[in-house]
């Protein structure tokens, strides 16, 4: 995309449009024309072509406020948009529409910045609405190429916390830090982390894994559940005289589905799982390994901690103490480090009361504890997994134009 191009003073001198639509069939024509008519807008602003159509126009006048495009029978839909911002002047709001009714083309053509893409056929409604949105900003690094990060938690031993570690974790990220998250389950029958939230498991990690061809954007956005705006959770709760049959690639598929439209992905690993999980460990840049302070906990930090180092020498592997209450008969923190020859960055106070109230309510900890020790102890460290504190406010091309 050409910035000069994009940033060229309009052919024409005028005042600018309020509205302006382009659409290839009758029925889009009537939805658009309804919409002009309830807003008081020229009906002459409804045209008859594509986005191909509205591309030519622009060259020859002024970019309306609003414009909608019509994107159906278009071979590459994110090429044509791209076209279309080449002309287009600072200030307008796109809404594109279309036959094709794919997660896919429609995060990617958000992400591109289009305000909203609406599935044929529509009604005037619908089109208000989606004028209303703001487009939505991917996270990125500085090259420019969208950027997922993939935080694994692991238990050292049954019972530490570490599926509450990594549910709190994940809704800090989406609720505090304004960061779209996916939370995924991998204990397929003994999960609880959808339990803790109050939510449905549903089946679709179950059919991702078995089946691994089906996985696509769409599957993914069908599969997981949404609990709030931000964060979407992925889990199961499968039959235990059920045999789970993976596919070495199921989990490569899924995850990397994922990081295309995620820009945290946390996963609670089960520690019995971590051996035939190694490749999906490889591509962690955090692991977070939680445990308590006893001797086998020691043990198999060192164990894991190994294991983590080898598997992924790229990333950061973090230590968690969980439950701390200073009983005589844990070890020290000193002790502990000494043994498994690393250091504890996080220690998290035993807070039963807290937890067991959350659990109950189903609710996370910040909503239910949100100024205990606790929950500061947990922020830092969603603040350290994500990157950072609250996403900022990044502004594309595109985002420049429309606002």
Known sequence: MNLAAMLKPSANEGERQPFLAFAADAASREALADLASAKDWAPTAVRE?????AVVALQRSISPERLAVDLTDVDDPLGAINRLADVCEPGTTVVAFGTVNDITLYRRLIEAGVADYLVKPFDAQALEDAFAHTPEEPARTEEGEKKSRLIVVIGA?????????????AWIMAHEQNRRVALVDLDLQFGSIALSLDLDPGRGLREAVENPGRIDGLFVERAMVRESENLFVLGAEEPLDSDVLYDETALDLLFGELGEHFECIVADMPRSSVPMHQRLLATAERIVLVTDLSLA???????????????????????????????????????????????????IPDDRKSVAAALNAGKPLPQVAGRSKLVAILRKLSRAASGGGAKPQQTSLWRRLVK
């Open 49 to 53: 072509g594509g986005v191909d159509d």
């Open 157 to 169: 031993r049954g019972g530490v916390g570490a599926s509450t570690v990594a549910l709190n974790t």
């Open 297 to 347: 906990g020691m043990r198999d930090i060192m164990r894991l901690s190994g294991l983590a180092k080898n598997c992924a020498p790229e990333a950061t592997v973090t230590v968690v103490a969980n439950r701390v209450n200073g009983d005589r008969d844990s070890l020290k923190k000193a002790e502990f480090e000494r043994g498994f020859e690393g250091r504890i960055e996080y220690l």
